[in-house]
């Protein structure tokens, strides 16, 4: 009798346990870029080498869901001239508990540490940091961003209505921030600590047409003693033409606070109306549609991190994705900014090129070849007069292995 007792006691703590799915892979990848703003380097080419393993799990039950993804990233940089290593390490957790069928409360958190040398990461939270000269040769953390929010995602029992809301706190910048305003020529970062609301719902009024509202809002305290407070408000309509076209049209309005470094100088109030403008489609290639595509107008508020200020900003983009069988796909992005203001930004102005690609090696499921390149095209009042040209390429080999089909 003790043996079926014990094989009865063990199947009962196995079914009550809870399941995990898991995704681990690593990738090395070799990088050939342009120097940093910030960078001393002999040549105007440099290269990098770099390795990353990446963890991805969910552990899940009938009521919850928990997020964990790890990935440490591990880079040679300039290896053909001064060799020096620095690591970056980055976190991302993500708790869902159901209350009811209709209403799920959330909690996330998410931390990227280190130094990196290319102008934007996408970390384990998808996450950009910024751009810093490098203090010694090795090892120095001279970045962080960190974020824990908790909000809730429900529908109230209303019928076709969907509310999300986050509310959170920001740590963004370098490690050992500037308490000085940043003059021309210095591109290092302040630290920003900040407060951020953020909220949205959708409404279907019929089977294509859909009410929405966004609010968004955050409280900036820079390094520098500098402040600067926001908030956006901008109810929208979008329209589903069919199951593969939709255009969404926010407009909206943006109040803030310039909040001075002196206390003898004046609070300066800021209003500007808004609007964001998305068209997604997709693009004709052949007999098919497998392409899609985002075309994107935005004219928005825009705390810039240099300067501190707080300004409007005319934004322009489209993003193009494909995706092929075996999880193979194509990824490609152009944006292009600029300051709308007659103040010392009126002449910034930002051009982004990005592609990607995930393309499996025939005949195995475990490996992936990965290409990148970034192209940027910057002038900024901070900057050098001239613009600023950068531009980096990579290709990485991805080993993957999947479990429970994360």
């Given at each position: ?24 892979s ?34 899940y ?7 964990f993804?790890?990935e ?16 970056l ?18 909690a996330?958190?998410t ?11 996408g ?9 810093s ?16 929010a ?9 019928k ?15 490690l050992?921030?500037p ?19 953020r909220?949205?719902?959708f ?22 003693g ?17 199951n593969l ?15 001075p ?7 300066r ?29 935005r ?23 494909w995706?092929?069988?075996r999880?193979?796909k194509?990824?490609?992005?152009a ?7 007659s103040?010392p ?32 095209w ?23 292995y ?5």
């Open positions: 009798m003790a043996l079926p007792a014990l094989a009865l006691g063990a199947l009962l703590v196995t079914a009550s346990a809870p399941a995990v799915k898991y995704k681990a690593a990738r090395i990848e070799s990088v050939v870029r342009t120097p940093l703003v910030t960078e001393t380097a002999a040549t105007r080419v440099v290269s990098d080498v770099m390795i990353a393993p990446r963890l991805d799990s969910v552990l039950t009938s009521r919850m869901e928990l997020k993804v790890y440490p990233q591990f880079w040679m940089r300039q290896v053909a001239l001064q060799q020096t290593f620095e690591s390490q980055s976190v991302f957790t993500q708790l869902e508990y159901s209350l009811r069928r209709d209403f799920k409360l959330l996330v958190h931390t990227t540490f280190g130094s990196f040398p290319l102008n934007d990461f970390g384990a939270a998808r996450t950009a940091l910024p751009v000269p490098p203090k010694d040769g090795s090892g120095s953390s001279a970045y962080i961003y960190t974020e824990t908790l909000g809730f995602v429900g529908s109230f029992g209303i076709r209505l969907n509310v999300a809301g986050t509310l959170g706190w920001v740590v963004n910048g370098l050992d921030p308490v000085r305003p940043t003059r021309r020529g210095n591109a290092s970062y302040p630290q920003q600590r900040y407060p951020e609301l909220m949205q719902s409404y279907g009024a019929t089977r294509r047409d859909y009410f929405t509202l966004y609010l968004y809002g955050r409280d900036v305290s820079f390094s520098t500098n402040r600067d407070a926001m908030i956006q408000f901008a109810p929208g309509l979008q329209h589903q033409f069919n076209v939709d255009l969404s049209v926010d407009p909206g309005v943006a109040l803030g606070r310039i909040y470094r002196r206390p003898d100088q004046p609070i109030t800021f209003r500007m109306p808004t609007l964001d403008v998305a068209l997604n489609t997709p693009v004709p290639v052949g007999l098919h549609w497998p392409v899609k595509a985002k075309v994107r107008l004219y928005l508020p825009y705390i810039d991190p240099l300067t501190t200020q707080l300004i409007p900003r005319a934004e322009t983009g489209v993003e193009f994705k995706e092929g069988r999880e193979a194509v990824l490609g992005k944006f292009y900014s600029h300051a709308i203001t103040g930004h009126r002449y910034d102005n930002d051009v982004r090129l990005e592609a990607e690609s995930f393309l499996p090696l025939p005949h195995t499921r475990l490996l992936v070849l990965q290409t990148k390149g970034q192209f940027r910057t002038h900024h009042v901070v900057l050098p007069p001239q613009a600023t040209v950068q531009w980096a390429l990579s290709v990485g080999l991805v080993v993957r999947d479990r429970g089909r994360l």
